[in-house]
């Protein structure tokens, strides 16, 4: 997965700077996921990573400060790990992401689709 500039793949970001989009521009953003991994996360669409800026992610996605700063909280118990998590702790981060996922549905700007929460895991490890 290349991973280009915020701004390369977010043409809609003004030349002033990022976190202010024009109430013209129209930020391409889907399918929204979330994903906790080792190296970057926890927002990822289908172009790859997006920012970890509080106010970027903000403006983009038009979700509240605590959402986001939830969702990077979240990531970061999994990149903290120092072993693999056991099944028990597995669950309970699983069922937090879909708590996210259901939160963020609610709460980005309207047109940006978001992964669909699980009410059960899949039955797959994950």
């Known amino acids: 997965m290349t991973n280009r500039t915020e701004t390369e793949r977010h043409s809609s970001l003004p030349a002033g700077g990022p976190g202010t989009p024009d109430e013209d521009d129209e930020v391409v953003v889907g399918p929204l996921r979330l994903r906790a991994l080792r190296h970057a996360g926890p927002f990822w669409e289908g172009e790859g990573h997006l920012s970890d800026d509080v106010d970027v992610l903000g403006a983009w996605l038009g979700a509240s400060r605590g959402l986001i700063e939830d969702a990077l909280a979240w990531a970061r118990a999994y990149q903290d790990l120092a072993d693999?998590?056991?099944?028990?702790?597995?669950?309970?981060?699983?069922?937090?992401?879909?708590?996210?996922?259901?939160?963020?549905?609610?709460?980005?700007?309207?047109?940006?689709?978001v992964e669909p929460a699980l009410d059960e895991p899949p039955a797959t490890p994950w």
Do not use: N, T, Y
Request: glycine share 6%; hydrophobic share 35%.
């Open 84 to 113: 693999d998590p056991g099944p028990a702790w597995r669950r309970r981060h699983w069922d937090q992401q879909q708590v996210l996922l259901r939160r963020l549905a609610d709460e980005v700007s309207p047109g940006i689709e």
